[in-house]
């Protein structure tokens, strides 16, 4: 494991220009001290959460060089007359582009194909695209690494799907990296800040990159979300089995399943477990990692979350005795908060990126007989201020168990939805 010492050694080459790791000069100590203070101070702002305790927060076993993926977008300038390529971030509140291609906190994989794509883009002066004119053609770079595979997938975000000189800079690229196992490219026209589209092709290379999690190996293609730092989503993994603790007859749901990564662990103790996602193909990755796990004892749904009710019934699911969630940074709209009171699992593990609506979904399921039994933070992104976190909740002994379960339409009124 490295050293916690690695703040004091040279940082980034990008610094201080680049703003994507705001922390990188505090310790390591520091930080982790920081995010545990801004989830107490998330649960303090609630009455009913103030008696909770917290668990000592779970460090990074790298805090550098441990992001899997980088999204980077390109950017022409011309410097003494002469076109310079940039491939980096946005600086903030602006459409100026900072240089991040040598990132330290991506994985060692990354960087150096990164480099040599900005170098191959300028020497074959391939247009970048121009938002203000929309001329040009490529926009971003995607690359995601596998420590497991020991291979890096790249795919290249463009306006148009013809792009020149794209054969010659895949051949140059695969070429100076054996590393690089597949090359896409994702063709995306339009306005706005979405950066992905359903319209991918393969150029090279396998369709999917396998990394392990755990004692579970996972694929996922080029559209579908992965966690970003492989030695804590493996221990929020193990930690959501631990917690729920599920007895061997018991039927778990998962909302937000993504590829399917708790799903199948959580199902190594469970009867059966039902996993929903609204990325198809996220869903498409599930099922493939379901086949690779060997589980019969999986189903995985492409839906809303909100249609919980009715999704677990179709799988053959009447009871919910455990449930997961790990909603992006909004947190559980009211919908979703209404169908898991009715579905009553005893206990539900709730993964958050973000303190705030962790909180007050918390809260939210305090005033109805689901208190909070266990909160811990995850250092998912370290010199970052992204806080990660799981709580564990449980229903109350002496509350009603709910009734059955009825989806909005049996009910005779229709959802709601909002936060």
């Known amino acids: 494991m490295p050293e916690h010492g690695q703040e004091d050694r040279a940082p980034c080459p990008h610094f201080p220009l680049c703003v994507g790791c705001p922390l990188i000069r505090m310790p390591y100590a520091d930080q982790l001290a920081r995010k545990q203070a801004e989830l107490r101070a998330s649960i303090d702002a609630y009455p009913r959460l103030r008696a909770l305790e917290l668990d000592p927060p779970c460090a990074s076993p790298r805090p550098l060089g441990y992001r899997n993926h980088a999204k980077l977008v390109f ?58 004119v929309r001329r040009g053609v490529l926009r971003y770079a995607l690359a995601r690494s596998s420590s497991a595979a020991r291979e890096v997938h790249l795919t290249l975000v463009v306006a148009r799907r013809e792009v020149p000189q794209l054969d010659v800079l895949a051949a ?60 804590v989503a493996s221990r929020i993994y193990a930690s959501v089995v631990r917690w729920l603790d599920p007895a061997p007859g018991e039927s778990v749901l998962d909302l937000y399943c993504g590829v399917g990564g708790v799903a199948l662990a959580v199902a190594e103790r469970a009867r059966r477990v039902v996993g929903i996602e609204a990325s198809e193909a996220a869903i498409a990755c599930a099922h493939a990692n379901r086949r690779r796990a060997g589980r019969t004892n999986v189903r995985f749904l492409a839906g809303r979350a909100e249609d919980a009710i009715g999704l677990a019934r179709q799988a053959g699911i ?29 206990r539900l593990a709730y993964v958050s990126c973000n303190p705030q609506t962790l909180a007050r979904d918390l809260d939210w399921l305090a005033g109805r007989g689901h208190a909070t039994r266990r909160l811990r933070a995850f250092d998912m992104l370290p010199q970052t201020p992204h806080v990660e976190a799981l709580a564990l909740v449980e229903a109350e002994t002496g509350v009603a168990p709910a009734r059955a379960v009825k989806t909005a339409s049996e009910r005779g009124t229709p959802g709601t939805s909002g936060s």
């Open 172 to 231: 140059r690229l695969r070429r100076a990296h054996p590393a690089l196992g597949a090359l896409f490219v994702c063709v995306n026209p339009t306005t706005g800040n979405r950066l992905l589209s359903d319209d991918v092709r393969r150029v090279f290379g396998r369709p999917a990159l396998v990394e392990r999690f755990g004692g579970h190996e996972l694929e996922s293609g080029p559209t579908a979300f992965l966690q970003a730092n492989v030695g």
């Open 318 to 346: 009447e009871r919910v005795d455990l449930a997961v969630v790990n909603p992006p940074r909004a947190g559980l709209g009211l919908e979703v908060r209404e169908a898991l009171v009715r579905l009553a699992p005893r």
């Open 75 to 132: 950017r022409s300038r011309t410097r003494g007359g002469r076109r310079e390529v940039v491939l980096g971030v946005y600086r903030p509140g602006t459409h100026s582009v900072l240089p991040a291609d040598g990132c330290i906190i991506h994985t060692p994989e990354i960087r150096p194909i990164l480099r040599s794509l900005r170098c191959e883009v300028e020497a074959l002066g391939i247009p970048i695209f121009d938002e203000r």
